[in-house]
């Protein structure tokens, strides 16, 4: 099945970093991926909407200025928190939408945690 | 976006069938039925979709009233592993994109020995 990745599984940072996480569809063209967050025991909360080539569209409440999402390709999609703080900790997690098919398919999940 | 209710957490035992209902009242008519499983840490996993009636796959089934406003997610003999969240999402399926995937709370499934 289709598989899509994320780098890294898990960072720590220090408060007022920045911190760049990548997620890739490796065998299939994504126009749109989405950016999840998840706290503990809490569903996933959507952050983003991102398309291939355009600005993504933020949910209300997410600060587009500290969550800075790039679709540059088909393939790529990049959230980068910007400085950090611990309140920022979280569970990200990608999902890509199969350009031909349809399917959406989630990655790992990526565990920040911002010290 | 059709909102989706389910039991918040639901016990079972392994070896038995479990069946996980989701209401979705406001379902339009290009929506499709998606369940997901999540472990603790882990990205959802895709278990399967409908649109009416039944269907099957090698893991699960999913049973789709006549007027589509609920679906039911059956999985028969669970075991420990099957301890997980299950989320039930409806939505056009957006071929060329579109539609957001916006996941509700989820059921917590708990499977004792």
């Known amino acids: 099945g289709a598989v899509v990745s994320q780098h890294p599984s898990w960072v720590i940072c220090k408060s007022g970093t920045s911190v760049k996480i990548e997620c890739r569809s490796l065998d299939f063209q994504a126009t749109t991926m989405f950016w999840y967050r998840q706290f503990p025991k809490q569903s996933l909360m959507l952050m983003a909407t991102?398309?291939?080539?355009?600005?993504?569209?933020?949910e209300q409440g997410v600060e587009k200025d500290k969550f800075l999402i790039n679709h540059a390709s088909l393939t790529l999609s990049t959230l980068t928190v910007t400085s950090a703080h611990p309140e920022d900790s979280s569970f990200y997690i990608c999902s890509a939408r199969d350009r031909a098919m349809g399917e959406q398919y989630f990655g790992p999940g990526t565990r920040l945690t911002v010290t | 976006l059709a909102k989706t209710t389910q039991p918040i957490s639901m016990d079972s035992y392994e070896g038995q069938e479990v069946n996980i209902t989701c209401s979705h009242n406001?379902?339009?008519?290009?929506?499709?039925i998606t369940w997901y499983q999540q472990f603790p840490s882990q990205g959802p996993r895709f278990i399967i979709q409908?649109?009416?009636t039944k269907v099957t796959n090698e893991v699960a089934s999913l049973f789709i009233p006549a007027d589509r406003k609920s679906s039911t997610l059956s999985l028969p003999r669970v075991s420990l592993s099957d301890t997980a969240v299950y989320y039930c999402?409806?939505?056009?399926?957006?071929f060329g994109g579109g539609f957001k995937t916006i996941f509700g709370a989820g059921t917590r499934l708990f499977v004792k020995a």
């Open positions: 409908g649109y009416k």
């Open positions: 406001n379902i339009a008519t290009n929506d499709y």
């Open positions: 991102s398309n291939e080539g355009s600005k993504a569209t933020y």
């Open positions: 999402l409806v939505g056009d399926r957006g």
